[in-house]
């Protein structure tokens, strides 16, 4: 079994930065892909930003060249970068990650972040 713990997230005004991060707990298994999702209130839950294993990262277009994905394999972390927030930002952030070999996918509580104008 693998949990992802959350930390980050909060309140800021329009034009703020916050960081988000999530590990996943497990000395058994290898994570492979981490992710990051949100969603906003009356809306589906979306993909923010990924990163694999080997680096390789992937953004929605809203937040291309605001928010930054990076991850330490060493110790199974992944952060969320998130710069130049805007009010469309707001939403719940949830971490996810999928395990190497089964592919079973696992996702964090989740955590709010508000962006105010």
């Known amino acids: 079994q693998v949990s992802l713990v959350q930390s980050g997230g909060g309140s800021v005004q329009a034009g703020g930065s916050l960081r988000l991060s999530c590990t996943a707990s497990?000395?058994?298994?290898?994570?492979?892909?981490m992710a990051w999702y949100r969603q906003a209130p009356g809306k589906q839950r979306e993909l923010v930003a990924e990163?694999?294993?080997?680096?390789?990262?992937n953004y929605v277009d809203s937040v291309k060249g605001r928010f930054t994905i990076s991850r330490d394999n060493a110790k199974n972390t992944v952060t969320l970068q998130m710069s130049s927030l805007e009010p469309e930002d707001t939403a719940v952030y949830y971490c996810?990650?999928?395990?190497?070999?089964?592919?079973?996918?696992?996702w964090g509580r989740g955590t709010q972040v508000t962006v105010s104008s």
């Open positions: 996810w990650a999928t395990r190497a070999g089964s592919g079973a996918a696992y």
């Open positions: 497990t000395t058994i298994f290898i994570i492979n892909r």
């Open positions: 990163i694999t294993s080997g680096g390789n990262t």
